[in-house]
């Protein structure tokens, strides 16, 4: 149902993978470029995705250590 609650976390999550995918790119966007298509008042809204990031390039390095 378009506009729905239950709609809402799927959007949150399209949006959340548009993020990830265009820092991640080989050629990313300007984080400033980025806040501006997301709609993010504040690029520091948006650097969370970079964050998210960093948080599961850790993992992926402690696992492949662990072997």
Not at 5 to 22: E, R
Not at 23 to 38: G, R
Request: proline share 6%.
């Amino acid at each position: 149902m378009p506009g729905s609650a239950a709609s809402k976390p799927h959007l949150k999550a399209s949006d959340m993978a548009f993020g990830i995918a265009m820092v991640t790119s080989e050629n990313p966007l300007p984080l400033h470029i980025l806040a501006d298509l997301m709609g993010h008042s504040s690029t520091a809204t948006t650097e969370i995705y970079t964050r998210v990031l960093a948080g599961e390039k850790q993992k992926m390095v402690l696992q492949a250590w662990k072997g």
